[in-house]
């Protein structure tokens, strides 16, 4: 364990420090990639470990950016502050989502919580002293203790670290006692509770920690912006985030989304960004040939593909020491 410590503080101390020296743009495209790969592990922790289908990402994604905007501009109240009360705010929505769903599965949880997303989307865009004129709000400025404002760079590099922190906590709770009752959950639930598993208890803990995770995603992927954007927070936003899991794959730990973001939203963003019209055909395209060549997900594959040249490496490594 101490090794995989020190592996992931080496990465990420190695990726801040990447994302600190690349251009302007490229450390926008990276910190969107580390807000939207937050996003994505808490999609699957309720999807590819609970079991639990549900498409309201978007929403939350919305609705998470537009309370931190609200509370520092409306409220006055300072950034970590309002950072703060915006997540305990997801954290409790997500628990009532989950008892308030707690007798519903499948494609019906999937349009109930599709039925949150037009819900938000009616109300962002709708002017009221919550969302402004329904066009979006501004990003206000951040302030720094000895003076300052936070600038873009620092917002993606901030983006990146936390990322990786958030990584490592839920691939710690994947495999702690809540992640083998979610998956208890996702096999059989009748099952889980006969063995003393907490059904309305997981479940809805399942719901907060997405719930969280979408909203800590939103918070910094609109302060990257610098806006948010009512319009983009509906359908279109949930089926690409259910996309990017599909393609890195569900239920491990958080390759699966990590790999899903950055193929489907890096690889197009950083080399492909002069094909204009045809982007769509480009990432339609490269979804394909992810979910041809490996059906389980591009993670599932990597690992498949680790493991048998690791065991070709052994073989001739015991073949040269006879």
């Given amino acids: 364990m101490g090794v995989r410590v020190a592996g992931f503080l080496v990465g990420a101390i190695g990726l801040c420090v990447a994302v600190s020296v690349i251009g302007p743009f490229d450390q926008f495209i990276f910190g969107e990639i580390a807000a939207i790969a937050i996003v994505v592990m808490g999609l699957n ?7 639990l289908f549900s498409v309201a990402s978007a929403a939350i994604v919305g609705l998470g950016a537009t309370a931190s905007f ?3 501009v ?19 929505l997500g628990l009532l989502l989950g008892l308030v769903t707690l007798r519903i599965s499948g ?11 037009e819900a938000s989307s009616a109300i962002l865009e709708s002017p ?3 969302s402004g004129t329904g066009f979006g709000l501004e990003a206000p400025a951040v302030g720094l203790p000895g003076g300052g404002s936070v600038t873009g760079a620092e917002f993606a590099v901030a983006a990146c670290a936390i990322a990786v922190v958030v990584g490592v906590v839920t691939t710690r709770m994947v495999r702690s006692r809540s992640g083998r009752a979610w998956r208890a959950l996702k096999v059989e639930p009748a099952a889980a509770e006969l063995a003393g598993v907490h059904v309305a208890w997981y479940r809805a803990n399942a719901f907060a920690y997405s719930t969280l995770l979408a909203c800590l995603g939103g918070i910094l992927q609109a302060f990257l912006v610098s806006a948010t954007s009512p319009s983009d927070y509906g359908a279109t936003l949930a089926i690409q985030h259910l996309s990017y899991l599909v393609t890195g794959g569900m ?28 982007g ?12 041809t060549a490996a059906p389980g997900g591009v993670a599932a594959a990597v690992r498949v593909v680790g493991v048998k040249t690791w065991e070709a490496v052994r073989r001739v490594g015991l073949g040269s020491a006879r």
């Fill in 280 to 291: 769509g055909i480009f990432y339609g395209s490269l979804m394909l040939l992810a979910l």
């Fill in 45 to 51: 922790v309720l999807m590819g470990v609970a079991g």
């Fill in 107 to 117: 494609i019906y949880l999937a349009i109930v919580t599709f039925g949150m997303v």
């Fill in 251 to 278: 239920g491990g730990g958080v390759l699966g989304p990590a790999a899903g973001v950055l193929l489907l939203f890096g690889v197009p963003n950083l080399f492909a960004r002069g094909l204009g019209i045809y």
């Fill in 74 to 92: 409306v409220s006055g109240v300072p950034f970590l502050v309002a950072v703060l009360l915006t997540l305990i705010a997801a954290w409790v």
């Fill in 70 to 72: 609200f509370f520092i």
């Fill in 128 to 130: 009221t002293a919550f």
